[in-house]
């Protein structure tokens, strides 16, 4: 193997790793708009919400604030797209 093939194996082995870091990080924010709109759904407020789910209250109303514009099917997908957008 040279010195080429070496590097690209190890770019490959990167990217992988990243890869994989992405998604997790990007279902954990799923999960997270999920729960929050069923809290939503449910009418409770930011405050709750966050005490609820051991997040800032800035996160939350973050996620309320894009969340609201999807009412009152709270398409997560929709939601999750245009959260990662802002960040």
Request: proline share 2%.
């Amino acid at each position: 193997m040279n010195i080429l093939e070496v590097g690209i194996e190890h770019g490959k082995e990167i990217g992988l790793e990243q890869g994989k870091e992405i998604g997790k990080e990007t279902g954990e924010k799923k999960k997270l708009l999920e729960q929050v709109c069923k809290k939503m759904q449910k009418g409770l407020t930011v405050h709750e919400i966050a005490d609820m789910l051991e997040e800032p209250e800035e996160r939350i109303q973050e996620i309320c604030d894009i969340a609201e514009k999807y009412a009152p099917e709270y398409n997560t997908d929709a939601i999750l797209k245009e959260f990662l957008k802002e960040l």
